[in-house]
């Protein structure tokens, strides 16, 4: 192995309050960062950087960690086109479009799955995005959520059961045939090949009882547990998934009091997906709110072909901070080491000693020009893992 140095960086975001300026996101100014292999080795002012056997002039940009994606549906087949047109049109977003890209994905191959997940794989890592989740949901049978995992398990280890995406077409008229069926059989063949098991609390998709039953059993089954919750409406989801202790709480666009309330007592990090509401002209989530109780927030794209078709998560961070009340510096933590936090992850969305050498650099001097900028394709360079891929 050998080591890097990168130097010459305007603005270096560490997400370490013990480096730099002592912020959140531990900035630190005209810095170097030491690459050792897969891993940061060092972080400081340039002038202080220790010799390496290579080096890499920041020309002045901005140092961040790779962006954590933390909520994605990749694993389907075509389009859905013309529904988003409709819905710009005037109709409004409901759990039931799922059924056409459930379709759509049944009939394709295992190699169009998988070209169609590496296509936009490569399309987020071409905006910084280094780690991503992925999830299942778009097959509803047992042999078509097992192979939408073992695809995924390709290409990240942060992979999601979610047969209890809907109820399947098959069942529509017994869900409870259906939530035995994620419980059972579905879930025996699909625990192999994933790290979390999710289900979608909603009206039109599944209840609070029913939620409850599909993750105990994940759990059972020894899967991390997270929740698409209060998206569409007010709804048990967050408060369960508190409960719970589920890693992460999806979407939140709807909440009591006591729904915060039940964020800031407990581990759950709350992620929000501006995307979605971007794509269905639905409320935006309060982040303000959710920050001022000291919920730990992030920011993820849900990129799917239904409700949220970005894979950019800059653009997200940008949505976050004019449409979400947060700050540029809020969004930037939130779709870093707060997407870290939705996995429980402590090696990635973080730049200091020890960390996974996932960093993103800026055509920018500053990570505030990711908002300041929207829409302006500003990551100039990716590395991943200690190898440059962008």
Known sequence: MSSTVIT???????????????????????????????????????????????????AGRAVLPGFVDSH?????????????NARMSGRAYSAGGIRTTVAATR???????????????????????????????????????ARALRIAAAHTDEVTFLGAHIVSPDLAEDPAAYVALVTGEMLAACAPYARWIDVFCEKGAFDGDQAREILTAGR?????????????????????????????????THLTDADVDALADGRTVATLLPGAEFSTRAEWPDARRLLDAGVTVA??????????????????????????????????????????????????????????????????????????RPGVPLVSQVWRAGVRVV
């Not at 994605?72 to 988003?84: C, I, K, P």
Request: with cysteine; proline share 4%.
């Open 107 to 145: 009939a394709a191959t295992d190699e169009q799955l998988e070209a169609n997940l590496t296509r936009h794989l490569a399309e987020a890592l071409r905006q910084g995005t280094t780690t991503f989740e992925t999830k299942s949901g778009y097959g509803l049978t047992v042999a078509d959520e």
């Open 299 to 372: 920011l993820s794209t849900d990129c799917n072909p239904g409700s949220s078709f970005t894979s950019s998560v800059p653009f997200c961070i940008a949505l976050a901070v004019r449409d979400m009340r947060m700050t540029p510096d809020e969004a930037v933590w939130a779709a870093t080491a707060g997407g870290a936090a939705a996995l429980r992850r402590t090696d990635i969305g973080r730049l200091t000693p020890g960390a996974r050498a996932d960093l993103t650099l800026l055509d920018a001097p500053s990570h505030v020009h990711l908002a300041y």
């Open 72 to 84: 994605s549906h990749l694993v389907f087949a075509g389009d859905r086109t013309e529904e988003f």
């Open 8 to 58: 010459n960086i305007a603005t270096l975001v560490t997400n370490d309050p013990s480096l730099g300026d002592s912020s959140p996101l531990g900035l630190v100014r005209d810095a170097a960062v030491v690459v050792d292999g897969d891993r940061v080795a060092w972080i400081g002012e340039s002038s202080k950087a220790p010799a390496t056997d290579n080096r890499v002039d920041a």
């Open 220 to 252: 059972a089954a020894g899967l991390g547990l997270r929740v698409h919750a209060n998206q569409l409406s007010y709804g048990p989801g967050v408060q369960l998934a508190v409960e719970l202790d589920a890693a992460s709480a999806d979407h939140c």
